[in-house]
């Protein structure tokens, strides 16, 4: 419910909405939701001094509740 919603949000702000994708994984230390989009609007996710980025963590925070998740904005260009 919480990468749905997440992604319903950053859907919203990027102008290229089809390659928004939010993966949640299970990790020891909770949850983590990794979302990724297309390289142009990577800037527009994270903000002017990440200040949208911080506004997606406060809304999924106060979703997750007690439990607590992590938003991680993954750059696509960058290979492992």
Do not use: C, W, Y
């Not at 992604?7 to 949850?31: I, Y």
């Not at 979703?63 to 607590?68: E, I, M, N, P």
Request: charged share 30%; net charge positive; no cysteine.
């Amino acid at each position: 419910m919480i990468a749905e919603a997440l992604e319903h949000l950053v859907r919203g702000v990027v102008d290229n909405p089809d390659d928004v994708s939010v993966q949640d994984k299970q990790l020891r230390r909770g949850s983590v939701l990794e979302v990724r989009v297309h390289p142009d609007d990577l800037g527009k996710v994270i903000g002017r001094n990440g200040r949208t980025a911080t506004a997606f963590r406060t809304v999924v925070s106060a979703l997750a509740g007690r439990g607590g998740a992590r938003v991680d904005f993954v750059d696509v260009d960058r290979r492992r």
